[in-house]
């Protein structure tokens, strides 16, 4: 069975400054994608970032980016110059291609201080 | 406004009684489905359908009963609610395979609680 892996329950950053959540995943496919939800205050779910497993080269939306390490099953998020409104519970997610059930890690709480 | 919408946001009632909460996207997807965040924000699914038909059906108790009768509402009723069922309940929607990667558009959640 598929997990996900997120081993930082909180993380706290300085406003401007740069964060990086870690998640690692367990699985046997070959093609699969991978996404960072977002999930403030509102409790509104929100796509950050997605990630193609046969893509070597790591998604950048913005400020946000991944470091995808497929050999070692690692999909890390960078938050640069960090804002206020970033802080928020994030979610990793994992779907392996053409299934419908997603996966998603146990979140990190993301403080940011101003 | 394009959106997942469900209803209500936030119910509130007794151990025993019986609820439905209702879904319906606008998207145009096909898939559909149903999850549960407990007190720990840990995100589960419950259910997903396909084009009205039941294609994920995790290990949930039978109180809980999809309906979906078309591919653009997805409902859940809950029988004989029990303390434990307060979560919030969020519902979600994605496009074909092959489009957007099974990417999950969520609905704004249902807060429920049971006294």
């Known amino acids: 069975a598929q997990t996900v892996t997120q081993s930082q329950p909180e993380m706290s950053v300085q406003e401007a400054e740069t964060v990086t959540l870690s998640c690692t995943y367990d699985t046997s496919e070959s093609d699969y994608y991978l996404f960072w939800y977002k999930q403030p205050p509102s409790r509104q779910m929100i796509l950050v970032i997605r990630q193609e497993a046969y893509k070597q080269q790591n998604a950048t939306e913005n400020r946000f980016s991944v470091n995808f390490q497929k050999a070692a099953k690692s999909f890390s998020l960078k938050i640069s110059d960090s804002q206020l409104g970033d802080a928020a519970m994030y979610f990793c997610a994992y779907v392996a291609g053409g299934y419908q059930k997603v996966t998603f890690g146990t979140g990190t709480k993301l403080q940011v201080i101003p | 406004d394009t959106a997942v919408s469900q209803t209500p946001k936030y119910l509130v009632t007794q151990m025993g009684n019986d609820k439905s909460i209702k879904c319906e996207q606008n998207?145009?997807?096909?898939?559909m489905y149903w999850y549960k965040q407990d007190s720990k924000k840990f995100l589960k699914i419950m259910f997903s359908y396909n084009n009205k038909e039941l294609i994920i059906n995790e290990t949930v108790p039978n109180r809980f009963s999809p309906k979906s009768p078309d591919k653009a509402h997805l409902n859940l009723h809950i029988n004989s609610l029990e303390l434990g069922d307060s979560a919030v309940y969020f519902c979600?929607?994605?496009?074909?395979?092959?489009?957007?990667?099974?990417?999950?558009?969520f609905g704004p959640g249902t807060r429920l609680t049971v006294l």
């Open positions: 998207l145009g997807h096909d898939t």
């Open positions: 979600a929607s994605s496009p074909p395979r092959g489009v957007s990667y099974n990417e999950q558009f």
